[in-house]
């Protein structure tokens, strides 16, 4: 006789409510992103960044619950997005692998989504007025976590002993300049815009100055 076996529906309809939330909040993000690096934080308003999302007014107050709070979403996402290729790397990493894999991460986010990197770059120059607690409490621990982790490279002599600090602010700023000033790049090599040749041909660059700099060979595996 075989056994009867009551399944509770509950979760999959949980689960289809978070991801009907996630999906909604993404397309929000989005649409959010893109108005406020065209337009500034002044030239986006939730009506607008509504009819680009292409959801109620409502909704969008719904999830964030003022310009404010959206505004600091977006570029928190940025943000995370950003330090997501140095999240896993330990003291027994390979340094020319783990740089290299971060560099091209780098690279390419600044030339699929400039936007970001200029959005996030007006913010700082202002000051940082909505970030800067979050760069305080979540971006400024994460930072020094990576700090101990190049450093324990230079004191294993795997890596040149440099300054661990600036060694990071190079890497953003290099990569980051393929973003906030892609126009001009564009524009000197005659372009329209970034091909995946580029991507590639940018990131080699980059590596074999760092790396090179810091006594490493570009991994063979890249």
């Known amino acids: ?9 509950e979760p999959t ?10 999906k909604s909040q993404a397309l929000i993000l989005d649409a959010a992103e893109r108005l406020f690096s065209s337009s500034g934080y002044d030239g986006a308003s939730m009506n ?11 909704n969008v107050l ?4 003022s310009k404010d709070n959206l505004y600091e979403a977006v570029l928190e996402r940025i943000l995370s997005n950003w330090n997501l290729g140095l999240i896993d790397i330990s003291v027994n990493d390979d340094p020319a692998v783990a740089l290299y894999k971060y560099i091209y991460l780098k690279v390419r986010l600044a030339c699929e989504q400039p936007m970001q990197s200029r959005l996030f770059a007006t913010e700082i120059i ?15 621990p994460w930072f020094r976590k990576k700090i101990e982790v190049l450093q ?6 795997k890596i040149a002993p440099v300054d661990p600090t600036h060694l990071l602010f190079m890497i953003w ?3 980051q300049y393929y973003a906030d000033y892609q126009t001009e790049i564009l524009i000197l090599q005659n372009k329209l815009e970034y091909e995946e040749s580029d991507i590639q041909a940018i990131t080699r660059s980059i590596a074999q100055l760092i790396l090179g700099g810091l006594g490493l060979k570009l991994p063979e595996n890249r």
């Open 48 to 58: 607008a960044i509504a009819n680009e999302a292409n959801v109620p007014k409502a």
């Open 13 to 22: 309809k949980q689960n289809k409510k978070e991801l009907a939330r996630q």
């Open 62 to 65: 719904y999830y964030f619950k």
């Open 126 to 140: 202002r000051g940082a007025p909505y970030l800067g607690d979050y760069i305080r409490n979540n971006t400024r």
């Open 173 to 175: 700023s290099s990569t």
């Open 1 to 9: 006789m075989s056994q009867i076996v009551e399944i509770n529906s």
């Open 152 to 157: 324990a490279w230079i004191d294993a002599n």
